[in-house]
């Protein structure tokens, strides 16, 4: 392949108003999975298996936006469309790599509310700190050898006519379509990864909620244990879902699809730590602990002399 690969939109007006909000949407998904991070690191009450579990989402957020983002804005509004091959498949590995961590984890959280509803006086012997850990620990090893050899599979194409990559990153697909000789080996392992990647785990977390509905029955109070998951599964399944299933089926106009893939990348990661913030018990309450431990409460009442809490 050449030096270097071009990629883009094109002919979208004022299209420069999406990377600024793209821009606004990095900022609050940075400061809003970074205090998510901070709080449950400082309070010692959410050192448990089930904020593992919510800790890895919130950095696999962060991460992933982070590999996309400044470099799709850096791309696109500084008008920096051009990118050296090595660089492109680095940034495709990173994009894949956290997007497969953000999926496995909300398949971790959906075990963790099956034992949690479903096998309740077992839940501490079967959800542990060990256990979760090697759940994640197993997450990431997976999901980085799968993505090391889609992307080193790229290698094996040969490139000798357009280097314009149709798409907002250097994704996958949009790649290996540029490719002179035969790509069937890339195609397989493209479905492979989207199976892997999205229907699999949607599939585990259907079956896992056709369970606990089972054995809630008309325990609703319990199911609402399991709301802020449910909120997270949709953000993250139903876009993905809907656009690969579309993709697969019929034409989808490039632009079109690029700005609904920039979504489905990003708003996912800066809903998240809203969603676990604001419907969580847990996680307000160790907020509030955090306010007092800080003495923030003194600068929101205005008064400085008085050291009773209020």
């Known amino acids: 392949m050449t030096k270097e690969t071009y990629f883009g939109f ?38 448990t298996p089930k ?62 509310r099956l034992i949690a509803i479903c096998f309740p006086l077992r ?50 697909g949009p790649i290996y379509r540029l490719a002179c000789n035969d790509p069937s080996l890339n195609i397989i392992m493209a479905n492979v990864v989207v199976s892997i990647g999205v229907f699999i785990p949607l599939i585990f977390i259907a079956c896992t909620y056709v369970c606990i509905s089972i054995a809630l029955k008309e325990r609703v109070r319990a199911l609402k244990t399991c709301t802020s998951h449910l909120i997270l599964v949709v953000m993250f399944f139903l876009p993905v879902g809907i656009t690969n299933i579309v993709a697969m089926a ?14 489905t990348h990003t708003i996912p990661s800066l809903l998240n730590p809203i969603v676990y913030a604001l419907k969580t018990e847990e996680v307000k309450n160790a907020i509030k602990k955090l306010c007092k431990r800080n003495n923030i409460l003194f600068c929101l009442t205005g008064d400085t002399s008085s050291t009773r809490l209020v």
Request: hydrophobic share 50%.
């Open 123 to 172: 839940y501490h012997s079967i959800v542990t700190k060990t256990s979760i850990t090697s759940m994640l620990l197993f997450i990431w090893l997976v999901t980085l050898s799968l993505t090391t050899l889609v992307v080193g599979l790229i290698n094996r194409l040969s490139f000798c006519d357009s280097v314009v990559v149709k798409s907002f990153f250097c994704d996958h």
């Open 10 to 47: 094109s002919n979208i007006p004022h299209v420069k108003y999406f990377y600024v909000f793209l821009c606004f949407v990095y900022i609050m998904t940075v400061l809003g999975n970074g205090f998510l991070l901070s709080v449950i690191w400082l309070v010692k009450t959410l050192h």
């Open 250 to 263: 019929s034409y989808i106009d490039p632009n079109a699809r690029m700005i609904n893939y920039t979504l």
């Open 51 to 112: 904020y593992m579990i919510v800790f890895n989402m919130a950095l696999a957020d962060l991460c992933g936006s982070t590999a996309l983002i400044p470099k799709l804005l850096d791309t696109f509004l500084f008008d920096r469309r051009y990118i050296v091959y090595e660089a492109c498949l680095s940034y495709m590995f990173f994009v894949f790599f956290f997007g497969g961590v953000q999926s496995w984890t909300l398949v971790t959280m959906a075990y963790d």
